[in-house]
């Protein structure tokens, strides 16, 4: 069964404490991304990948940072986070070229 | 970088009725049109999506048409059901990056 797992599911932290989303897909799919969800604003990139050591910045990259080391991984760190970034997140992954995107169940991270 | 409106931002119907919204993109080099759909507390999740190669695809009681010259691309919905209710987003593709519209919250009133 295609899955993208993220972890946690919820999460509510204090501004300046570091920490990580991860994101697993087990679809081999060369493309990653992480996305923002706000009311009214739809879904913002953050930050993809089109492959392992291949990252770059989406539309909303400020305050966050990405690493690729293996194909199926894909983690979203928050070196200090702040209150602008409570937020619903989500992983996505969908092969190169045109085709369907998956995405996973979502983080809701609450920044105090 | 590509723009993608979607209008409405939320639209109500009766049970039976068909909805219809609207997204226009800005990129000419778009070429990959989906749309998702999205319940509550879930991820979103594709329901239709269409090449622009083609003007129109049809799957049961959804479809999408795509105009490339006015830049613009519509989600259909006919006899909606409660289950329908969910927010729909729109996205254009250039290449590999996905540009989401901003969301419609469908409510289908039984």
């Known amino acids: 069964e295609a899955q993208v797992t993220q972890n946690p599911r919820y999460l509510i932290t204090v501004t300046g404490k570091k920490l990580t989303v991860t994101c697993s897909q087990n679809?081999?799919?060369?493309?990653m991304s992480w996305y923002r969800q706000d009311p009214g604003l739809g879904l913002r990139q953050i930050y993809y990948s089109m492959n392992v050591e291949v990252t770059d910045k989406g539309d909303v990259p400020e305050g966050y940072k990405v690493s690729r080391k293996e194909k199926r991984n894909f983690p979203l760190i928050l070196e200090s986070p702040s209150p602008n970034q409570t937020s619903l997140y989500f992983c996505?992954?969908?092969?190169?070229?045109?085709?369907?995107?998956?995405f996973g169940q979502g983080t809701r991270l609450t920044v105090v | 970088g590509e723009n993608v409106e979607q209008h409405p931002s939320t639209l109500s119907v009766q049970e039976g009725d068909s909805a219809v919204i609207k997204c226009t993109y800005s990129d000419s080099a778009s070429n990959y049109f989906p749309w998702y759909k999205q319940e509550l507390g879930k991820g979103p999740q594709l329901i239709i999506d269409?090449?622009?190669?083609?003007g129109e695809k049809k799957d049961q009681r959804i479809a999408v048409t795509l105009n490339k010259t006015a830049k613009h691309f519509s989600l259909h919905i006919t006899e909606t059901q409660p289950e329908d209710s969910a927010v729909y987003f729109c996205a254009a593709v250039p290449g590999n990056q996905f540009y989401f519209g901003t969301g419609t919250s469908l409510t289908v009133i039984p």
């Open positions: 996505a992954t969908h092969p190169l070229g045109p085709g369907e995107a998956f």
């Open positions: 269409i090449r622009s190669n083609v």
């Open positions: 679809m081999n799919h060369e493309y």
